[in-house]
């Protein structure tokens, strides 16, 4: 059980925002007031009800939530920004990026008679608003928050400040000492790390040396003895040594390239998170995450970050329990899963963004012919971790060594062949929060479920 725990990689708060059923059929105009903060949002075009969403005016909507908002006509995008949150939508698509990140929308952005019309509710509580309905009075009240619900505190640069530990840390290497465990055959990666250990030594001006292991459990174990003084750590383990051990700090984040949705092409910006995604098949009646109940999902194992764990509580926090409210079927590889969909074995996937794209050679009709039903929460890419006790010079020292050998032509590909990282950002503790709270809800269902 304690080997499942430290193996649970997790995050997930939904983007996705339904208005209640309440609401009349598509396009009507609705009798409706927009309050926000118990101000009455006054509009020259009222707001419409198009295919069960409340749709109101771009501009007035961002400039009343104090974001600044800008129409490209190029692309027929909107990106509206306020503080660290930035938020893109494109008229006639379902789909809409929040920092980066992909959601689907339960409204479409349309032009009507020259007015660009957005989903309110979206847009509201993407900037940290509460909304409700008031069937009633036909009222959808706005209530504004300093608080942002997203993890917009990825974004912010490293701070010694913000973390006490570390600023307090001593540990000043005469040798760094990097374990990792290999994806693939370990002496033949710790052959290709050789020329990072030398790249590294020449920026750090010390002794570097790489060696592998096969199992996170012992390299953990290690930090925690104070053996080893660096890892590439998956984000589970990371909370896991962090937390429970107190033997690491995260330093960096690996890099990939984003996924362009909805062709699933890869983009040219570097991002640090994936998402996971269900998908149905393009005919399917199954149109919310609260249609899933009661269907046939394919998952991937229980440990399955972009498989099982961040889906499943996106279910949760839908009101639909993975465990009971759904039948299970697992497949070995995501590829086989979208099989399983196309087959008609099951009603929906859980995979990761976009496994369509690997399959077009042997499934060419496969984009066509499935439907992406919602997107998980952003999840962490994997962490380059330093024992707690490291220096805080030496962090930023260790900081500035990885971002600047990943940054030369030589540097990237030994980083690409052994790792398969793209770049590397500076990181913090508090982007892991969703993984601790993806871990604590799985382990204490996996305990409940293997009681007597």
């Known amino acids: 059980m304690k080997t499942l725990k430290t193996a649970l990689c997790t995050f997930l708060l939904s983007m996705l925002f339904c208005f209640n059923n309440g609401l009349a059929m598509a396009d009507n105009v609705l009798m409706a007031n927009i309050v926000i903060d118990n101000q009455t949002l006054h509009l020259e075009v009222p707001p419409v009800n198009h295919q069960g969403t409340v749709m109101v005016p771009m501009r007035p909507i961002f400039e009343a939530l104090n974001a600044q908002v800008t129409w490209n006509k190029e692309d027929q995008s909107i990106v509206a920004k306020k503080d660290n949150i930035s938020v893109q939508l494109f008229i006639g698509s379902q789909f809409a990026y929040i920092n980066k990140g992909a959601v689907v929308l339960s409204g479409v952005p349309y032009i009507n008679n020259g007015n660009t019309m957005v989903p309110v509710r979206f847009i509201a509580e993407t900037f940290g608003a509460l909304v409700t309905w008031n069937s009633v009075d036909q009222k959808v009240k706005i209530v504004t928050s300093s608080e942002v619900l997203d993890d917009t505190s990825q974004y912010r640069p490293y701070s010694l400040d913000q973390n006490s530990a570390a600023s307090s840390a001593s540990f000043v290497p005469s040798e760094l000492r990097i374990q990792f465990v290999p994806s693939q055959m370990a002496e033949l990666l710790l052959a290709k790390a050789k020329p990072l250990e030398k790249m590294l030594s020449e920026q750090l001006e010390i002794p570097v040396e790489f060696s592998v292991n096969t199992d996170y459990n012992n390299v953990v174990k290690s930090m925690k003895a104070k053996t080893i003084d660096l890892s590439f750590l998956p984000p589970s ?216």
Do not use: C
């Open 237 to 452: 383990y990371y909370v896991y040594a962090h937390d429970n051990l107190k033997a690491v700090d995260v330093l960096l984040q690996a890099l990939r390239y984003g996924v362009e949705t909805p062709t699933g092409k890869s983009t040219q910006e570097l991002v640090d998170f994936y998402q996971a995604m269900f998908l149905v098949r393009a005919d399917s009646p199954i149109q919310s995450i609260e249609d899933l109940k009661n269907k046939k999902i394919g998952w991937q194992s229980v440990t399955s970050a972009a498989g099982y764990v961040y889906p499943g509580y996106l279910l949760l926090k839908n009101g639909i329990d993975p465990f009971r409210n759904v039948t299970g079927e697992q497949f070995r590889g995501h590829d086989k899963a979208v099989q399983g969909l196309l087959n008609n074995k099951v009603d929906a996937v859980a995979v990761f963004q976009d496994i369509r794209t690997n399959m077009l050679k042997d499934y060419p009709n496969v984009m066509n012919d499935t439907r992406i039903l919602a997107f998980s929460s952003k999840i962490p890419n994997d962490t380059i971790s330093v024992r707690s006790d490291m220096h805080p010079e030496w962090r930023k020292k260790i900081q500035d060594a990885f971002i600047a050998i990943v940054n030369d032509p030589e540097g990237k590909k030994v980083i690409q062949d052994v790792f398969s990282h793209q770049g590397y950002t500076v990181s913090e503790d508090n982007k892991f929060e969703i993984v601790r709270e993806v871990n604590e809800w799985l382990y204490d269902e996996l305990n409940t479920i293997q009681k007597p």
